[in-house]
């Protein structure tokens, strides 16, 4: 008598053994359940929209630099950088700014008018906590409660192509996770069989086969035929992205890390013609307590060469493939260094928009320096959710927001 396997024996096999984490690497998702069946894509306004997170907390003041102002110096003192080391931005208003001198693609980009620099950008009532913050930024709601995603809201308001959103990494970011509808993920690597169940032609094929639907079969292990078809399709065209585009040169001599490999893979996918409306990449850990010079200096290094690279691959703005990177982190540093030769977290930081449909400038308000809160943090000037109501207007075609961001912010003007 032949073997014979039918889905829910394997998915409870394989589920329940060694294999299953190759599964849920490649979807990224807590649940196969959840993805619906596919849809039109959503199209970007601009865009496609790449959200890249620097978890830890990045440090704003010494990654856009008041390096004029004697405070810095007498607050940072051996972290402040040398002015004569700084890359010049100009003044804001506030004073003169400069980028860290690990950032000289992004200096350059600068000079092009594809960066954007948005000043103080925080929360009322900051939290310290990385768990309570990151929950925050991911949902864009202050209570801290693990809830639904900002994208995934979004997600859940526009339809069920799994195509939408792309995460790259085996960790989907609760940013997209939605009430019905999340992202969907790839692997990371730039290897096209890396994006396949298995990664392995042959067992892919079984896999599509064990994954076909059938007449009258019950509702539940239709929706694991789908989502099992939903996993096979985006595997499938991201190794054939990954076959078919080479990924964007790193600039000389630089090492552009992991987050260099996801913004290649984000790149293929785009040059190749995904209809995929957001990304996420991250990079990790900014959160530089003690001897932050060096450690800070490396980090934005990798972080420039990746995103130096990934913008030489559209150097114009172009329909559907002009994209945005939004770099942002959960909070600060203390303006003041501590004893460690470090900074501890704190609040009102930095984010950078990269891209060419990017209208290059100062935004928002560089925070006082002589009027801190009662623990000697930076008092934000700019709620991020702003920045948020642009991304979902400007690039993701959405109005009104107040629905995803629950209530009404003013977008800002750098697209």
């Known amino acids: 008598m032949p073997l014979t396997l039918d889905r829910r024996q394997f998915l409870t096999g394989v589920l329940g053994g060694g294999v299953a984490t190759g599964l849920v690497r490649f979807t990224g998702l807590s649940s196969l359940l959840s993805m619906a069946e596919a849809s039109a894509s959503t199209v970007p306004r601009n865009g496609p929209f790449v959200l890249c997170t620097l978890y830890g907390g990045n440090d704003g003041l010494n990654t856009v630099i008041p390096y004029e102002s004697g405070i810095y110096r007498d607050w940072r003192q051996s972290l402040a950088i040398p002015g004569d080391q700084v890359l010049p931005l100009g003044d804001d208003g506030s004073g003169q700014l400069g980028f860290h001198p690990s950032l000289a693609g992004l200096h350059s980009l600068w000079k092009e008018g594809k960066v954007a620099v948005i000043s103080g950008v925080e929360y009322p009532h900051p939290n310290f906590s990385h768990f309570a913050s990151q929950t925050i930024w991911q949902t864009a709601r202050l209570d801290a409660d693990p809830d639904a995603g900002w994208l995934g809201r979004w997600l859940d308001a526009t339809g069920t192509d799994p195509f939408r959103a792309l995460s790259v990494g085996p960790t989907l970011p609760p940013a997209l996770v939605g009430y019905n509808q999340q992202a969907s993920s790839v692997v990371d690597s730039t290897q096209a069989n890396a994006q396949l169940p298995g990664q392995n032609p042959a067992f892919s094929g079984a896999y599509k086969q064990l994954m076909k639907s059938f007449p009258g079969e019950p509702a539940l292990q239709a929706g694991q035929a789908n989502s099992g078809g939903n996993l096979m399709l985006i595997g499938t065209k991201a190794a054939d992205a990954l076959s078919h585009e080479q990924p964007p040169a790193a600039p000389a001599g630089s090492d552009p890390g992991d987050i260099g490999t996801q913004l290649d893979i984000v790149a293929e996918l785009i040059s190749y013609g995904l209809p995929t409306s957001v990304y996420s990449v991250s990079w990790s850990s900014f959160d530089t307590h003690s001897n932050q010079a060096n450690t800070h200096a490396e980090m ?116």
């Open 300 to 415: 934005l290094a990798s972080l420039d060469a990746a995103v130096t690279g990934f913008m030489s691959a559209f150097p114009k703005a172009a329909p559907g493939k002009s994209p945005v990177i939004v770099i942002c982190s959960e909070f600060g540093r203390t303006p003041k260094m501590n004893a460690s030769l470090g900074t501890d977290h704190s609040s009102a930081s930095v984010v950078l928009a990269v891209g060419p449909a990017v209208k290059g400038g100062f935004y928002g308000a560089t925070p006082s320096f002589t009027k801190l809160d009662p623990y000697e943090n930076l008092i934000f000037t700019t709620d991020f959710r702003r920045v948020y109501a642009t991304v979902l207007e400007q690039i993701l075609g959405m109005g009104p927001v107040s629905s995803v961001l629950d209530g009404a912010f003013r977008p800002i003007d750098f697209l």
